[in-house]
């Protein structure tokens, strides 16, 4: 159990939908990244926040955004759904932007989008 | 934009039997790392390089940073079942505005048979 929380575990939903996932990190922790992997684009970094400001930008989408909250909870927006957006969803959390070795997994959300 | 080579791609071995897997990068990378991830799991770091030519071990596994900050290999000792997996190499490049993303490799599922 690597303490990074991840709801919902599975969700499945139809194109053009909404869709939040949300992220708690491990605790203390104040950095908050998101993950995609697909199968064809493997694990590609999309956003990271650090105590509740954005620090990077990877490879997000328009139709999807992230934010974090004050009490370091992330959460994923991702709208206007269409079938290429199925994938895990991953978050991950660290406790200060520095020290690969300190980011830890959480178990993914899968979304399926049907 | 960066993007991580990983070979092979996947490899179904005898148990006992030693493995070798690497990646190399068109840019150069501050810091290497090398994942695992089992079903249904997260990645899970296993070991992390942060020199160029530095040789790390981590019981049956061994990971150097190459010379050039380009490339890393991984070499697993007489593999048992529980080896079994998806094995990534990332890599960090930090800085302002990198914020400390990972780009993965394309990960090598590694198969051992008992």
């Not at chain 2, 993007?3 to 990378?29: A, H």
């Not at chain 2, 000792?77 to 079994?84: G, L, R, T």
Request: aromatic share 10%; charged share 15%.
């Amino acid at each position: 159990d690597s303490g990074v929380t991840q709801t919902p575990k599975h969700l499945i939903t139809a194109t053009g939908q909404r869709v939040t996932l949300r992220c708690s990190p491990r605790s203390g922790d104040l950095s908050v990244y998101w993950y995609q992997q697909s199968l064809d684009q493997g694990l590609q970094f999309l956003i990271q926040y650090y105590n509740g400001e954005e620090r990077a930008k990877g490879n997000i989408l328009e139709r999807f955004s992230a934010q974090q909250f004050p009490d370091l909870h992330s959460e994923l927006n991702l709208s206007s759904l269409e079938l290429g957006d199925s994938a895990l969803y991953f978050c991950a959390s660290s406790p200060y932007p520095g020290g690969a070795n300190t980011i830890y997994f959480g178990e993914g959300s899968w979304l399926t989008v049907v | 934009g960066q993007q991580l080579n990983q070979s092979p791609q996947s490899m179904f071995i005898q148990e006992g039997e030693d493995v070798s897997m690497n990646c190399t990068s068109s840019s150069i990378f501050n810091t290497w790392l090398w994942y695992k991830q089992e079903p249904g799991e997260g990645p899970v770091l296993l070991i992390a390089l942060y020199k160029a030519g530095e040789l790390t071990s981590n019981g049956r596994l061994t990971a150097q940073f190459g010379i050039t900050r380009k490339d890393s290999f991984l070499n697993i000792s007489a593999s048992i079942p529980s080896d079994v997996g998806i094995y990534f190499c990332a890599g960090q490049l930090s800085g302002e505005g990198a914020g400390n993303m990972l780009t993965f490799g394309g990960g090598t599922r590694l198969m051992v048979k008992p």
